[in-house]
């Protein structure tokens, strides 16, 4: 950098183009690759997923970048939550590089779909003298489309390390808006120990948030934990509307309040005497109700004395009876009676509270245990707890859908399942991952699963069905969505036009047959169904019309008949048809 050398041996630069900017190598072109559009499609795979034609829930295999593209039509604003935990970017992990020129063909080579010399799939080592760059230039353009996708209440919420927290937030702040940025938590990820650095264990990761829209995002609703519940909701309602309920009890009078008109006033108890905060002046009368302008150094009330009539005809009010009381009766004596108001836990709970910035409920420990009773074998998967713990605060929505693009093992879908059955709730999953390759050496590789796509969607076949085990006494337990459609990243079904010049004859007898061959009519349908922005878990149902195959996608939504002559009488059969499903 010729002007930072300048600037250190004391040369005088013109600062006057300077300004606030953060940018790398390879930016510009980032951001040019997320406005290509991808020339592949989604190919449809009915066997290797589960519950094809009542689920909607989907899990994609291919580079997420491409994904993003193609499902930007279809989902453009409707995605609630995205959570991703991308590679941490330690020296050790994986970073995928894009290909500007033609990313799909790229991703074709390192998946070993067409022969290859190279492969782009690699470890980022720090020796790297890009080692920065090749992150932010994997990162950028996928968060660009990804908030494209988010409904204008949505979140995103990113798991990072250390080493890219800082690059990482100052991409949301571009890509999101600084405004938009709702915070960073702490996860503690192990209890003890922690991995070892140079100054520091390390025992902790974050969660960086960001809302589309900050002004219309709602706040976020923590659950109550059940410490609190044991410890502090720990009374029991013996009668009434109420009975069996747990509340906590907190004094009607706070010795921390300050001191504000129509707040000082008599409350009679049970035996007929009255009460009132401790303090210099009293109401002028002896009678319930009975008010009283305070001084600085009286106490006062939380509730005014209307409020407190609506709450003790609620039975929201109890008297009790001690020895060491704090509040005076009409002659100044102190009383043996205090009087509280009953906090409902479930009515703090409907309310939530906000949650903390700091976690230590979910550490790594758990997801290995969550693996291991599936008998799935897989590293750093985060624990099912915390994706459900993310999805609970937001407002306990119960009909959203939830993406992930980088998916790993499938976790945010097992989360989206169980805590469907936990609630009743519908929310549906968008799962993308890219079929990388296991190592040879690994567990997972020696169990048969020959990259991490197959890892994932064992998973939640067997969460599934573990989960509705689990929970077979609920009711409604056999509608819970455990399945998936898999579709799969691959170039277009429709044939590219690359004309022999020489030959143009017989170039043009080629392509008679506009499709590529080994493609399937579902195929050219889902091609179809991407095109049109359609969603993509739209049943897709089969009739013949005048002995002509004709799709329904979403019950008459869209018709699509492939063959080479449609007739009148096909065209009246779909026309019939459609009036038929609607």
């Not at 605060?393 to 859908?401: F, G, N, S, V």
């Not at 509705?468 to 006494?473: G, Q, T, V, Y």
């Not at 429709?494 to 080629?510: A, G, H, T, V």
Request: charged residues 30%; proline residues 3%.
């Amino acid at each position: 950098d010729f002007e930072k050398l300048q600037q250190v041996l004391g040369e005088y630069v013109e600062d006057s183009n300077e300004r606030y900017n953060f940018t790398w190598n390879g930016k510009g072109r980032a951001l040019r690759l997320s406005q290509t559009p991808s020339l592949g499609t989604l190919r449809p795979c009915k066997e290797e997923s589960k519950d094809w034609d009542t689920t909607q829930n989907l899990y994609i295999e291919g580079d997420n970048l491409e994904v993003l593209k193609l499902l930007q039509k279809s989902y453009y604003g409707k995605v609630k939550m995205i959570y991703i935990d991308p590679p941490y970017n330690t020296g050790k992990d994986f970073v995928y590089k894009d290909d500007f020129h033609d990313n799909l063909e790229n991703y074709k080579k390192i998946t070993g779909q067409v022969d290859g010399t190279g492969k782009p799939i690699c470890t980022n080592t720090e020796t790297s003298g890009r080692y920065h760059t090749d992150w932010l230039n994997m990162m950028y353009p996928r968060l660009r489309l990804a908030r494209n996708l988010l409904t204008d209440d949505g979140v995103i919420f990113i798991s990072i390390g250390q080493d890219e927290l800082s690059n990482l937030q100052k991409c949301c702040n571009e890509i999101f808006g600084e405004n938009n940025f709702l915070g960073i938590v702490s996860r503690q990820m192990k209890s003890g120990g922690g991995s070892q650095g140079k100054y520091f264990a390390h025992n902790i990761d974050y969660i960086v948030a960001y809302a589309k829209t900050y002004d219309v995002a709602r706040y976020f609703k923590g659950e109550i934990s059940e410490d609190l519940i044991k410890n502090v909701y720990n009374q029991v309602e013996k009668s009434g509307e109420r009975k069996g309920e747990r509340y906590r009890s907190m004094g009607l009078y706070q010795s921390s309040l300050g001191v504000r008109p129509g707040l000082r006033y008599y409350i009679q108890c049970p035996d007929g005497t009255l009460v009132i905060p401790p303090g210099e002046t009293f109401p002028a009368k002896a009678v319930e109700g009975e008010k009283v302008l305070p001084v600085s150094t009286d106490g006062v009330w939380r509730w005014s004395y209307d409020k407190y009539l609506n709450e003790l005809k609620s039975g929201n009010i109890e008297f009790k009876q001690s020895a060491q009381g704090v509040l005076i009766d009409s002659n100044g004596i102190p009383s043996k009676w205090n009087i509280y108001t009953k906090i409902w836990l479930k009515d703090r709970q409907n309310e939530g509270q906000i949650p903390t910035d700091l976690i230590t409920k979910y550490e790594n420990r758990h997801s290995s245990k969550e693996l291991s009773s599936l008998d799935i074998p897989f590293d750093f998967a985060k624990p099912v707890g915390l994706i459900k713990h993310l999805i609970y605060i937001m407002q306990q929505e119960k009909d959203m859908l939830i993406l992930d693009f980088f998916s790993g093992s499938s976790t945010t879908a097992h989360a989206v399942m169980q805590l469907n059955a936990e609630d009743g709730g519908n929310r549906k999953f968008i799962m993308v991952q890219l079929p990388e390759s296991t190592d040879e050496k690994s567990e997972a590789y020696n169990a048969g699963y020959k990259n991490i796509c197959e890892i994932g969607k064992e998973r939640i076949r067997r969460a599934g069905e573990k989960i509705k085990e689990e929970n077979k006494d609920k009711e409604n337990i056999k509608n819970l969505d455990v399945g998936f459609k898999v579709l799969k990243l691959d170039t277009s079904n429709i044939r590219k036009w690359q004309p022999d010049y020489d030959n143009l004859e017989q170039s043009l007898l080629e392509y008679v047959d506009n499709f590529v061959e080994g493609r399937t009519e579902l195929d050219v349908v889902y091609e179809i169904m991407v095109k049109y922005g359609l969603d993509l878990t739209y049943p897709v149902d089969e009739f013949t019309i005048a002995d002509k195959k004709v799709y329904s996608i979403g019950f008459g939504m869209l018709m699509i008949c492939l063959d080479n002559e449609i007739t009148t009488e096909v065209a009246k059969g779909i026309i019939a048809k459609i009036k038929e499903l609607s």
